[in-house]
């Protein structure tokens, strides 16, 4: 049986668009895209980098209210998958790395260090925001 060379098989596969944010470049979310990761989609990083970014967004008032979603669990869960891209994408990763850096700064100034916190959580998820 005859075999299909691979640049045949890339034809016959319709290309997909990358879905870009703020901060995630056109380089970036496609290297998102062939990690064939649905978890990491550049879309779902995208989502991520979008409401990680309005949760920083958020005023200092609103992040330290009790029983806050927005530090407590929108926050924490959208930075999970930040840091799951930025592990796998390596060089690949810089400008999302540089986006991050500056959010992370916003966030740790808005918020403080939870002393009670489980010392096993990742450290966005041990600012203590009430």
């Avoid at 980098?49 to 806050?68: F, I, K, T």
């Avoid at 986006?99 to 916190?117: G, M, Q, W």
Wanted: glycine residues 6%; charged residues 25%.
């Amino acid at each position: 049986m005859p075999r299909r060379s691979p640049g045949r098989l890339r034809a016959a596969t319709p290309p997909t668009r990358a879905t870009t944010a703020r901060g995630l470049p056109g380089r970036t979310a496609h290297a998102l895209d062939r990690l064939d990761n649905p978890h990491l989609s550049s879309a779902e990083v995208a989502d991520a980098l979008r409401e990680w970014a309005e949760v920083v967004g958020q005023p200092q008032r609103v992040l330290s209210a009790p029983y806050n979603d927005w530090a407590e669990f929108i926050g924490p869960s959208a930075r999970a998958v930040l840091e799951d891209a930025v592990q796998v994408l390596g060089r690949a990763g810089r400008p999302l790395r540089a986006e991050l850096a500056r959010l992370d700064a916003d966030f740790e100034r808005k918020t403080s260090h939870n002393p009670f916190a489980d010392p096993l959580r990742p450290w966005w998820a041990r600012r203590w925001c009430h």
